[in-house]
């Protein structure tokens, strides 16, 4: 019978032989966990490799992301079809090939999400938990009944995003949540001791976490402690001491065995220390049969599954939010909502328009799952449709997730990877800088979810340059893959949230202000011209057009009073709202260039920093915005100091002629 | 005698009054911890009113920085100059006063850090008692000798950065370090257990912090409890259990009461609640006086001090170094630098190259500390001149932060607002997005910290996407006041240490390689060419300029290329080295249009986002770089697979001769 032994040391070879052949990656953490790996793979994690994305299946995420060799040399081992083939493992981190140096999401199925930056998978951990949770609420045990399984590094907890995702976990008692923390005293620097003392068992007591300590390298006390965990009531912390590198004859247990290939001699007397005859990417066949069987141990369970779920009254629904296909009907709920705001034409911040469209859309789109990060009455993102979620009632559509922005996106990350869930979450827009690495992620993992961002521009007013964005929306347009919007109105904030929720392979950022606007698009169409990303809303009168005055969110109002300052003067603007660039980029030339106004004089303006706007008012523009911090002040005293007024529009345009 | 109470109710009052008139604002915190900070201010804070920078005060931060009306009734009542004028306190957040709507550091002296995003005062808090233990350990305890003391709230401990700077507070043992928690059970979003379930105590002394809670409206608990934790030998964390809002008769330990105006009937009912018949921003006189004597009991402590620093041997370097002037004679270790490597030229990576920098610049600046978010051998921070700190010996000028880059910054922030100190970490350009909000409070307070950013484009190769930058540099350029420096070689590299160095007002932030690149600058000047911004490396020759490339960094070489293979083709190039855009633009308009090349074709290339290049291009040219996210691959193979190659760059401007 193959041992156990035999099993861990063949993860071991693996990641030794792919990282010495790609001259650079990271041995030390697959070779320190393999045990630990081993005995989940082999023992408790449901899945079935031939079936990798069964909806049931229990969650695997290894935050440690550089660890990756861990991931694919069980990929291949078990057999997961798009790793099965050993050419995968021997191109590790070459161009064309699956297996990047950190696990992707979508390159390769047994990566549940990317990781690499640390911390992010304990917080899409708890995501991922907390979905199942939730969907287990929606569709009962019998269709919903599955594990989260974690592992991380000591780097991951010492990030605090860690922080906010351990005591999230602890406020939703997130039961199924078992995070196995590769305890090897090690890291980057040297020994931990040089940068951490602590008690990290007690720290997640203190946040209401069942903890263990277990050695790393015994497969029985492993098992023992996770059969202990998925009992325990609790969320779980099972601390594997291990040995980073374990099985590197002389490396094993020192930093230098992190992130660097071991070299040929070390990993020959790894070879002969473990009786490993096989060459490299050579598993014996008894141990890789061993694995493979391992691999496909779940297919009966899965088999139960499947018979349970076709008698199961919700699967339709369940299999479509799964999909992420919108539900039928939901865009008679956009049309009605548009209609009705046009006539009515409310004076309405564009962050109060946006509860009114969630008002609309939360009713007919019950798998989108709102949050703050405990700005709701200020965000405005709690509506009737969407009461909160707690430990003991997840049946919910509300997120409390407290003042942790970077948790909280990370966390919608997990909702939306696992499947079932369209997340939107609020705060103000400057503390998009706090969350920034997870909606990174959100972009480069395609994912729908929705950034609600309020108090969009120095118009927040008193609070002052602490919470006034000035780079952000810069910042945010150059993340590829993510739509921002700044909507001017109700009609386009609707259109906006359409747009986003039409973008089922990224996320999207909504900036909304806190102070109040007229609505100006006041006659109705059933398009999309928020979609377009930028259109003509009021064209130049009276002769052809000489000005193009390009404006976003709050300023479109004042780019139209500037429109009629010039008109007075007998100078023919136009204004062009502007709610989003990326959607612009994607038009044909010629509709860009007749939205523009080729050989116009154009003028940009956004109360914001101007970063990035000689992309559409050329060498001859100008833009009106921040060029430094903001002040504390009421709103309109700010406009006027800092010189975003009409008149100063009008002028730059005038001096231009 | 006048009463705690009455002295207590004076910072009430003021706070009401004030937030009333503001029309917004913030009273719950104000008022909750009025008792707390009537008991520090009155009997423990070592500090002189009339003297608010003495370099030997206690430092007192308000974390919870929405709560900016305690720091200003508390420097109104004790007498700071600039605030002792009731009208600041009456146009409490408006246009031309001091009075912001969160506390910022140069507005007010009293507040010693801007705050306002959660956390940061807490870390910088860190910084602060680290900064005192650290110029102890220099100076000797007859000169440095003072207390820390950061006042937060819940929001502030639930962010991440709290528990990675609670983390480092331990390891380095900041005793002196006393955290004062408004523990008040109430967030934005109502009850905190809707969010919150940690036991903070219990999380701190994981950490390995003194603890204990105290009724915080028992003036006497509160004198107990500070005593004890300045004895406590670790640092203290005091849950100071509070009612938000204490003073307003019905809206006190509700949310209601964190951050609006109570309203006129409110405030006349707390007036008759408290027996307080002074009107509105009337202090009685007893009260005011028993302030403003409390503002300068210090007073003593400081002659004492000023008498010990007089007959302090080091004084002047402990005064060179408080002021932030530079040591005489470093330059000539700049010019011997620059000298040497532009006759030997090596190949080096600019990481590489910013290590060589640092030995040569560490041993002649004393004042610089170094450290890294555990990435010390990748980003070559560390130099024969800075021994690591420890919780032992606070000698050393290198700390290990952990992998905790947002408190890594925020501790710098503390570091150089304390005095004494010029901080520089290091870790990947990519994570700039985790420590983001901390590196805007660098440019917003105006402080001299050093981003060490290595790995700085797709030329990391196989780490893949989640570490290669994008959009990261842009983001940067677009926050107002950070010099982005991006050096091409050891020569640039240098410069721009030198100019970081000299711009005492501001952060600067070094990307640089992790690939080698050749040495360009391969002329010695004592100019520094990289302080102008941008600079003609190399002019077209033979005929008139047609063709002007720009680039920076590791892409200045590869322009180099490109000029040869359009010389070849008989088309005259210039290339321009254009390593901080921020300093170009403050040049003269006649010295830009020089270096662009006006009239010409202008091409770009750097291996990063191509957001914000059109500013240099204009609208005939063009930019190479990364139009998405990148991939895992060797780095030779990236540039290609990309397009970013010599040959289209040559390519690119030829096509619009």
Redo the contacts between chains.
């Keep these: 019978m193959t041992t156990h032994a035999a099993m861990a040391n063949a993860i071991r070879f693996l990641t030794m032989d792919a990282i010495e052949k ?1 001259k ?2 990271h041995p030390g953490m697959p070779m320190g966990m393999a045990d630990v790996a081993t005995v989940l793979f082999t023992r408790f994690l449901k899945y079935d490799a031939k079936a990798p994305k069964w909806a049931d299946r229990d969650r695997f995420i290894l935050s440690a ?2 660890g990756s060799m861990l991931l694919y040399a069980l990929g291949y081992l078990t057999g997961f079809e798009d790793l099965s083939d050993i050419e995968q493992i021997k191109n590790f ?4 090939y699956r297996t ?3 696990p ?1 999401f979508g390159h390769v199925a047994i990566a549940e999400t ?5 911390g992010q998978g304990v917080a899409n951990a708890v995501g991922f938990a907390l979905a199942e949770k939730m969907a287990a609420a929606r569709h009962g045990k019998d269709v919903v009944d599955h594990y989260t399984y974690v592992m991380a590094g ?3 907890l ?7 995702a351990i ?2 976990a ?2 939703w008692n997130l039961s199924k949540l078992i995070l196995l923390w590769d305890d090897n005293h090690i ?4 020994d ?1 001791a ?7 068992l ?2 997640f ?4 976490w069942d903890v263990c300590r277990v050695d790393g390298h015994d497969p029985e006390a492993i098992a023992t402690a996770i059969a202990a965990a998925q009992k325990s009531g609790q969320p779980s912390l099972i601390a594997c001491r291990t040995t980073i590198g374990k099985g590197a004859p002389t490396k094993a247990g020192s930093e230098k065995v992190h992130g660097a290939p071991l070299g040929g001699d070390e990993i020959a007397a790894a070879r002969a220390a473990a009786g490993w005859s096989a060459g490299p990417f050579e598993i014996p066949a008894d141990v890789l049969d061993a694995w493979r069987a391992a691999g496909t141990k779940g297919a009966s369970a899965r088999a139960e599954w499947e018979k349970r779920f076709a008698a199961y009254a919700g699967k339709d629904e369940f299999l479509r939010t799964n999909a992420g296909t919108l539900p039928q009907g939901w865009k008679q709920a956009v049309s009605a909502f548009k209609q009705k705001v046009s006539a009515e034409q409310p004076k309405w911040a564009t962050r109060k328009a946006g509860q009114e469209v969630l008002e609309a859309l939360t009713p007919v789109i019950p798998e989108m799952i709102g949050g ?1 990060a ?5 965000n405005l993102t709690i509506t009737k449709a969407t009461k ?1 979620v ?1 430990a003991s009632d997840c049946s919910g559509r509300y997120i ?5 922005e ?2 909280m996106a990370s966390i919608m990350n997990g909702l939306s990877l696992h499947g079932g869930f369209i997340p939107y979450g609020g705060t103000f827009l ?2 998009a ?2 969350l ?2 997870a909606l ?1 992620m959100s ?2 993992m395609d994912q729908r979810v929705l950034y609600v961002l309020t108090h969009d521009s120095i118009g927040l ?7 006034q964005p ?2 952000t929306v ?2 945010l ?5 993510v739509l921002v919007f700044r909507p001017a109105d109700p009609v386009e904030t609707m259109e906006a949230y359409e747009a986003a929720l039409d973008n089922a392979k990224g996320p999207s950022v909504f900036a909304l202000s806190r102070q109040n606007l007229p609505t100006l698009r006041t006659t109705h169409t059933d398009e999309n011209l928020t979609a377009k990303g930028a259109y003509v809303l009021a064209e130049a009168e009276g002769k052809k057009r000489q000005v193009t005055l390009i404006a976003t969110g709050s300023e479109v109002s004042l780019a139209m009073e500037a429109r009629k300052l010039l008109a007075d003067k007998g100078i023919a603007a136009a204004v062009v709202s502007m709610p989003c660039w990326e959607l612009f980029e994607r038009q044909p030339k010629e509709y860009r260039n007749s939205v523009l106004g080729e050989g116009t004089v154009r003028v940009a303006v956004e109360a914001l ?1 101007t ?2 706007w ?2 559409w008012v ?2 001859n523009g100008a833009v009106i915005g921040m ?3 903001g ?4 709103a309109e ?2 406009y006027e ?1 800092f010189g975003i007024t009409a008149q100063a529009v009008a002028d730059a345009a005038q001096a231009r002629l």
Excluded at 93 to 96: D, I, L, W, Y
Excluded at 187 to 190: A, F, K, Q, S
Excluded at 400 to 404: F, K
């Design positions: 790609a650079s990656g992301g550089h981190r070459q161009m064309g990047a140096g950190h992707e990317t990781t690499g930056p640390l000591d780097g991951c010492m990030e605090g995003i860690s922080q906010e005591s999230l602890g406020v890291c980057i620097d040297g931990t040089i940068s951490t003392s602590d008690d990290q007690a720290r007591q203190a946040s209401n703050s405990d700005l709701t009455h200020s909160p707690s409390h997730y407290g003042v942790r970077h948790g400057i503390f800088n706090y920034w690495p990174r972009a480069m007013g008193e609070d002052g340059p602490t919470h000035i780079e810069a910042a347009r150059a993340t590829p893959n920093g970063f990035g000689e992309r050329g060498e060029n430094g911090f002040a504390s002040a009421p005293k700010l100091h």
